[in-house]
């Protein structure tokens, strides 16, 4: 795959060709993108791509970047989420400087703008219903009809529009729309509604309006008036763009913005509707807009994913124009990629079996030096105390082990990890046969992991001292939906994953970890990377596993070159 240096604005999609052209030959001294979320939903992977690319471009090319709220249907509207989308933003790494903008913002420009389409004679105010609207307005085949309204004086749409502004009429009653062509090819050309009557309270300009901009107009002029220089959305919006630059031709507009699209993001094992993710909260299907499940930055934040890891996929994906789905393990692979190198490892157990070692002696406790991370020197070592009583994982011992089985078994020795070599000497088992206790001893002279005649165990273990250990919650995650095309058969809701979470009590953890930071994300070793969740209190660690340690899209790559 054609992976490419994120800091090189010569990366060669075509967009950055665009751009490059533009600044070279003079049409553009500086370049200005934006991203324009609409603040009804938490911002999710698919939105880091169009950051990670308005963002990118401007620090690549020494531009700006405008974070600007698309607010114009304050219906479904919340400052819950305004926050939530700038907390995420920054999270990601990027900065819009003094350049926090909202549509909103512009209400009194765009209304004088309306004004002005309406003297030169280019937009009406229509009286037709939504119904009626959506009835005259035709088909991909067939041309749509003149409004019966279209032809009112401007006079009368002045003093109508005036008046829908005061709020003399109900909801939906009348629009004002622009006067274009009713049988144009386009429908969006189709005398497109400008401005609809909503009697609802906006979280930033109150009840000081009842009628706000359609997208369409709200979103060209808000570029223009700022300097906008690439505004750049997804594909679904290029048949969209005749409007776009029809508003921007027919209004006294301080600048000249073009419109470009890039195909948007979809991942395999995911959902990335503002829609759907809304419903899987309210309907309760997860613990919220940041449930680690969720493809939100917050949920892939909480989950431990680092802003790294979802910047390094967004430029592994690159930026095209024709549509595709990405596997969801290319994004697990850049994550895991900058986890190897940063995170710091550390032991957990996470179905603990008693180890007790027999010629160890009681009460005492030692001290075993541990490496942080053998990818990185620099991460040092701590100390893990060892004592005569331990855990280990259940599932490193088998009493009755198949060939390949390495790890422990009756008459087998083993190391664990920075400290003994161990021999299991005995199981001892509870009256319904379960293995309960391990009966070891242990070689005081591999003190480290090392033997002095060079013996090698084939397995090494983690371990915790039984005394020192402390009790966690752990949560297991999965992917939300267990088929890559959820809902390809309709019913979206019964492809979720009844086991997307499974959560483990009496886990436990090596002192210490119960004091990692939210935010940081670690390895448990031989298990996988985890992240202190945000319920978890000194009192009850909770842990989430961020993801497993194999990577399957390496082993994708590595078996694509093997056939190649
Ligand atoms: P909706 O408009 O239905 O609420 P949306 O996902 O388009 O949902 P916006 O807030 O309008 O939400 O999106 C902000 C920006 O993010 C837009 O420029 C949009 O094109 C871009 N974007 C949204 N989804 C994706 C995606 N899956 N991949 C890439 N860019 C996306
Ligand atoms: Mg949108």
């Not at 027999?358 to 541990?370: A, D, S, T």
Request: hydrophobic share 35%; aromatic share 10%.
């Amino acid at each position: 795959m054609n992976v490419r240096s994120p800091a090189s604005p010569e990366r060669g999609d075509f967009i950055r060709e665009i751009v490059a052209a533009d600044l070279r030959e003079g049409r553009h001294r500086t370049v200005v993108t934006r991203f324009p979320p609409e603040p009804n939903g938490y911002l999710h992977i698919g939105h880091a791509k169009s950051i990670c690319l308005n963002f990118g471009l401007a620090q690549e090319f020494g531009g700006r970047c405008h974070l600007r709220f698309d607010d114009t249907n304050p219906a479904k509207e919340e400052q819950e989420y305004i926050d939530a989308i700038q907390a995420d933003v920054r999270w990601l790494g990027f900065d819009w400087g003094e350049h926090l903008h909202h549509a909103s913002d512009y209400f009194e420009q765009l209304y004088e703008w309306a004004l002005h389409l309406v003297r030169t004679g280019k937009a009406y105010v229509d009286d037709l219903s939504a119904d009626e609207i959506r009835e005259y307005r035709g088909t991909l085949t067939e041309p749509g009809r003149n409004s019966p309204w279209r032809e009112r004086p401007v006079e009368e749409n002045l003093d109508l529009f005036e008046r829908m502004r005061r709020g003399e009429f109900p909801n939906g009653a009348r629009v004002l729309r622009a006067k274009i062509d009713m049988t144009s090819p386009n429908i969006n050309l189709r005398d497109p509604v400008l401005y609809r009557i909503v009697h609802a309270s906006h979280p930033r300009t109150g009840d000081a309006w009842c009628i706000y901009p359609t997208y369409d107009f709200a979103h060209g002029q808000s570029d223009a008036i700022e300097g906008i220089t690439h505004s750049i959305c997804t594909l679904e919006f290029e048949i969209h763009r005749p409007l776009y630059d029809w508003l921007i031709d027919n209004l006294p507009v301080p600048s000249r913005p073009h419109q470009y699209e890039f195909a948007r993001l979809n991942l395999t094992y995911t959902v990335l509707s503002k829609r759907v993710l809304l419903r899987l909260v309210t309907e309760g299907h997860v613990r919220g807009w940041d449930d680690p499940r969720m493809p939100t930055i917050s949920g892939l934040r909480r989950r431990g994913f680092p802003a790294e890891g979802i910047r390094d996929f967004a430029t592994m994906i690159g930026v095209a124009r024709s549509d595709s789905v990405v596997e969801v393990e290319m994004l697990e692979h850049a994550v895991r990629d900058v986890l190897n190198r940063t995170a710091q490892r550390r032991f957990a157990v996470l179905d603990p079996l008693k180890v007790v070692i027999e010629n160890y002696p009681e009460g005492r406790v030692e001290e075993m030096e541990v490496v942080n991370n053998p990818e990185d020197p620099s991460a040092g070592t701590r100390r893990v105390p060892f004592s005569r009583e331990l855990w280990i994982e259940r599932d490193d011992f088998m009493e009755d082990p198949p060939p390949k089985f390495f790890r422990l078994a009756p008459g087998r020795e083993v190391r664990l990890r920075s400290a003994y070599f161990v021999t299991c000497r005995e199981a001892v088992k509870d009256a319904s046969g379960r293995v309960v206790e391990l009966r070891c001893t242990y070689d005081p002279a591999t003190r480290g992991g090392d033997a002095p005649d060079g013996r090698r165990p084939k397995a090494t273990l983690h371990w915790l001292s039984a005394d020192h250990a402390v009790p966690a919650e752990v949560r297991l995650y999965e992917h939300l939906f267990t088929r890559p095309d959820p809902g390809a058969d309709g019913d979206l809701f019964a492809d979720l994953n009844p086991e997307s979470e499974r959560v483990l009590q009496g886990c436990l953890l090596e002192p210490g970890l119960a004091d990692v930071p939210v935010g940081e994300t670690v390895q448990f070793e031989r298990l996988g990377y985890f992240a202190p969740d945000t319920d978890s209190t000194a009192e009850h660690p909770v842990f989430n596993r961020t993801l497993t340690l194999k990577d399957t899209w390496a082993k994708v790559q590595a078996q694509g070159r093997q056939g190649a």
